[in-house]
């Protein structure tokens, strides 16, 4: 176990260490798959566009008519699924419509806006380009070309690339399962009628929205008392039925904090401690096969933690990749002193001023500010050397409507 805290770059070297808990596959439907991990490439079954197609509406000419004539006939027309086989006349043009099969002898279509209809004439009032609004068969994706790598996530961005390829099919891992613990003898079910130091659970609800991926089998497993022998007979349990246990709370350093003994005593503990703010009570480690994650039970950690470093980790395990969340860069507009040796997730909203993405400190900053997370618009990242920021200092930031 580490003697110092890890940076976020440690853990994540440590993390792209880690070797697939999932090795067996499944075949579905194509419709089902959002969310799911590849277990083989995807090879495109056809070229795309599947044939040369006109890319808007208007008139399909041959090269030899291009500024030579302004009034071709028009009597022919190809709609989008017709399978006219047609060849240009020269002095002619023929109506084609977006998506609609080419002329054999023609790559150059004029768009409707430019011409002129007159009876069974048109009149063109600019002439186009040489290959212009056509689309070439096979331009976008050549047939038997690899789409997409072993290991990368179906998603919006690339359902309908697999769709076009002609794939129905896909062979993708299982999900994962992860079993979930709450810890703390002082958490009740969310109510107004707390009653001494009684608290609501909200991180059982933080961690049952996060896990709630198609490629997660997720279960809650109760409540963690603080009781030693308790912990322990529960990890055990957890650790013959799951992939992956996650925590939170109960896993710092005070005296009804049990995680770390428990885990110490059952398993191995692989680090325990980062440096990053807020966060520091991070623990990683095994119960035989099964993986154990501990977060912190504040609840702007729990958050942070999971989606900054704890979703990439768990879609490596599951056969996918490692993949940190995308930032973009903006400007501060405060100044803030900062302590080094610590990153620091400092909780910001998000203005414009000048074309320039402006950050805003959020007033609350404690990891047990939940408002912090509800009410700003996402964190910038500062780095363990910074030990100040000035108004107009750039910095990454990660946008909430992206990390959750």
């Known amino acids: 176990m580490n003697k110092f805290p890890l940076t976020k770059k440690e853990i994540i070297a440590y993390f792209n260490k880690q070797k697939k808990l999932i090795s067996s596959s499944e075949i579905i439907d194509l419709s089902n798959s959002n969310g799911r991990i590849l277990a083989e490439d995807l090879i495109s079954q056809i070229n795309l566009p599947p044939f040369n197609n006109s890319a808007v509406d208007g008139y399909a ?25 047609i060849i240009i006349k020269p002095g002619e043009a023929v109506r084609v ?7 054999s002898n023609s790559s150059t279509v004029v768009m409707q806006e430019n011409v002129i209809i007159e ?26 070309k690899k789409i997409l790598l072993k290991g990368t996530k179906i998603n919006q961005q690339n359902l309908n690339l697999i769709a076009a390829a002609g794939i129905r099919k896909i062979k993708v891992y299982k999900k994962i399962k992860i079993g979930f613990f709450t810890s703390g003898n002082e958490l009740r079910r969310p109510t107004k009628r707390l009653k001494n130091s009684e608290i609501n659970n909200s991180n059982y609800y933080a961690l049952n929205g996060l896990l709630d991926k198609n490629y997660i089998t997720k279960k ?39 995680l770390i003994n428990a885990l110490s005593s059952l398993g191995k503990i692989y680090f325990w401690r980062a440096a990053i703010k807020p966060g520091r009570p991070l623990a990683f480690g095994k119960i035989k096969k ?3 994650i501990c977060l912190p039970g504040n609840p702007v950690s729990v958050q942070l933690l999971y989606a900054m470093l704890i979703t990439p980790l768990i879609l490596k395990l599951c056969g ?34 000048n074309k320039k993405d402006i950050a805003n400190k959020y007033p609350k900053q404690g990891s047990g500010m939940i408002s912090s997370i509800s009410y700003s618009s996402g964190i910038i990242e500062i780095g363990e050397e910074v030990s100040s920021i000035k108004k107009g200092d750039v910095f990454e930031f990660y946008d909430f409507e992206n990390l959750f």
């Open 97 to 103: 419509f977006t998506g609609a099969r080419m002329p």
């Open 320 to 353: 996918g990749f490692l993949k940190l969340p995308n930032s973009s860069k903006i400007y501060t507009n405060f100044n803030m002193k900062k302590k080094t040796k610590r990153m620091e997730w400092l909780r910001v909203t998000k203005t414009m001023k």
């Open 220 to 258: 809650y497993l109760g409540n963690l008392r603080d009781n030693l022998k308790f912990v322990k007979n529960n990890l055990i349990s957890a650790s013959k039925k799951f992939n992956i246990i996650i925590t939170a709370g109960g896993a710092s350093v005070g005296d009804e904090d049990h």
């Open 119 to 144: 009876g069974k004439n048109i009149r063109l009032l600019k002439t186009p380009l040489f290959g212009e609004n056509y689309r070439l068969k096979g331009e976008d994706i050549k047939k038997n």
């Open 61 to 85: 000419l041959i090269k030899k008519d291009l500024n030579l004539k302004k009034i071709f006939t028009c009597t022919r027309r190809v709609a989008a699924g017709d399978n006219k086989k």
């Open 290 to 292: 099964c993986y154990v």
